[in-house]
């Protein structure tokens, strides 16, 4: 297996993790990335879920499940001003995560260098 190189077959992705930590159930509807409550967004209405269950997706108190957006995010035109994660629940109810900055940075910084690596493989 001398000089065998890693490849990457697909872009890295970004995921959310939604978790209910309050006493009742709430029905997700919407999750993404957006600047703050008065800035632009990258909404994700109908995300890949790890567990391949129903969305929108009813969590009780201590559930939680983890959205996956495409491999498209990398080239979003928003992704620069984004700060931060929520969850929209179907009643219109919004909830922030907590400010995500460097994560979303280091993605950037990650699949800006996969292109690079994979414009030097093609050329």
Not at 92 to 121: D, F, N, S
Request: aromatic letters at 4%.
């Amino acid at each position: 297996f001398k000089g065998l190189r890693a490849k990457t077959l697909t872009p890295p992705g970004l995921c959310i993790e939604v978790q209910n930590n309050g006493k009742e159930a709430v029905v997700i509807a919407e999750v993404g990335l957006t600047r703050g409550s008065e800035g632009p967004q990258i909404s994700l209405r109908e995300p890949h879920l790890h567990d391949s269950g129903a969305w929108p997706r009813r969590l009780e108190p201590g559930e939680s499940v983890v959205a996956h957006f495409g491999s498209g995010l990398a080239g979003h035109r928003m992704l620069a001003e984004v700060r931060r994660s929520y969850a929209q629940s179907v009643e219109g109810q919004v909830y922030m995560g907590p400010e995500a900055l460097r994560v979303l940075r280091q993605y950037q910084q990650r699949t800006t260098e996969i292109a690079g690596e994979q414009a030097r493989g093609a050329a």
